[in-house]
């Protein structure tokens, strides 16, 4: 079984689940969707930090054993543990597991609750769940070791992830009732947790209940909030942040409490009120980040106003902000969606020249969009750039190239798609036979028809009609006739016209003699 675990992970899962982590980075700009976690780990805001659980209640403070992921020997010691269970999982099943694991604790390094903790850890990352909880439900066995704080601060994400919510909620109340106060992770995990399930009201009760102070944990009530579609309380949360002392604490919102507002806003089609939040932060001196001006350009994408987007890419730049690939290709999209075809190829040029390389898809409707507003040598320019060109756009530019007269290139495009495996539709033989005939060009017309039956493609009766005419034309009467029986052989002319066809030739054959004789 290929193993879940990836590199520096581990402490990944004991920071806030937040609408942007700053854990979390695009590490190419090509492809969004490759997450890393940053490694500048002294840099980090401390209030990120751990899984610590310094407890106190009104009459004593407890401690306990941290997991402390700034520290490369608890990582490290994570990570082998994770390789370790993954090997493990591979050769036995749950119970087996279970076994082995309360057996071998001693090689396995488990002396204190810390050690359990790093086990569970390890567990969770490996992505065996109910194996953690069955670890977690026979902690006895491990030395008749007492769960900490941290303990529960595992099982709290374990339930998350396995999506009991309420068992989740039951662990939290039990570190509240053992006088812990669980730290600003555990809870946004939680709250998160039941945000994106729509929980709004129960992940009230529990901001609540612990009365945190990490503006993350807001951040996920207001992304909550634009989730269910109460944008209003939403937007009047986040000026509360602002202007009011929350809990005799003031808590100034960041630019992500900013850019969950905005989402919010531009998911209802109010693009213009999170424009106006957007220069709000500016104002406080935030620094914004591409998460934020996306978030408008796709708002005035839904909303029909793609130039708008193009403006947005502008104001990045004002702002000293560097539009990355995704900025780009949600601009080119919105263009290409909404037919505004020369700004799409502005844009698309703009990638070009900073080197990102754009969707074939995109550039494949960009093409057709161009051939269609007749700015064919643009579509040529774009198409010859496609690294993988599709049927579709082939014959668009066959079709445009032909209606152009520009037939030794739409020529030369019928014969790349055929190269390519591709099989032309029989119109498109037919357009590239008519434009050879009309030109004279009969002998190349006939090539292209064997080519159409080379491909296992029966050539139509008008394909036919235009090589014969133009062999008559030209008095090659024998030729034109050989055709005709061609195309009696494949049971496209009927004998009707096979009749008629007959008595015209014998009337040019007669003009033929006569004309000799005399």
Known sequence: MA????????????????????????????????????????????????????????????????????????????????HRITSLSSNNNKTEMLKILEKENVE?????????????????????????????????????????????????????????????????????????????????VLVNSLCKRGKIKKAMEVFEVVGSKGVQIYNCLLKGLCYV???????????????????NQFLEPDVYSYTAVMDGLCKVGRSDEAMGLLNEAVEMGLVLNVVTFNTLIQGYSREGRPMECVDVL????????????????????????????????????EMVELGFEVDVRMMGTLVRRLCKKGLVHDAEKVFEKMLEKDQRTFEVMVQVLCERKKIDEALGKLNDMVRLGYCPSVIMFDKVIQCLCAEGRVEEGVSTLLLLHENGRVANRITYDVLIKEFNAQGRLVFASILFSFALKQGVVTNREFLTFAHLFSRASKKTDLSKKR
């Not at 579609?229 to 809990?247: C, T, Y």
């Not at 505004?340 to 190829?345: D, I, P, Q, R, W």
């Open 3 to 82: 193993s879940p675990f990836q590199p520096c992970y581990c402490y990944q899962y004991f920071q806030p689940c937040t609408l942007n982590n700053p854990l979390f980075t695009t590490n190419n700009n090509n492809n969004p969707s490759t997450i890393s976690i940053q490694r500048g780990y002294n840099k980090l805001p401390h209030v990120l930090g751990t899984l610590s659980a310094s407890a106190t209640n009104s009459s004593h403070q407890k401690t306990t054993n941290d997991l402390d992921f700034y520290d490369r020997a608890t990582r490290f010691r994570i990570n082998g543990l994770v």
């Open 108 to 188: 396995f390094g488990i002396k204190t609750i810390s050690d359990v903790n790093h086990l569970l850890m390890a567990l969770i990352i490996a992505q065996e769940h109910d194996l953690c909880l069955k670890l977690f439900t026979n902690l006895q066995s491990f030395q008749q070791l007492v769960p900490d704080c941290t303990t529960y601060s595992i099982m709290v994400r374990c339930y998350c992830k396995k999506n009991d919510l309420d068992e989740a909620k039951k662990v939290l109340d039990t570190i509240l009732e053992k006088g812990y106060q669980p730290n600003d992770a555990t809870v946004t």
């Open 229 to 247: 579609g109460k944008v209003e309380e939403a937007l009047e949360f986040l000026m509360s942040m602002k202007e009011k002392k929350l809990k």
């Open 314 to 349: 502008k104001l990045m730049k004002k702002h000293g902000c560097v539009a990355n690939y995704v900025n780009y290709i949600t601009v080119l999209h919105g263009l290409l969606k909404w037919n505004k075809v020369k700004g799409a190829l502005g844009i698309y040029k």
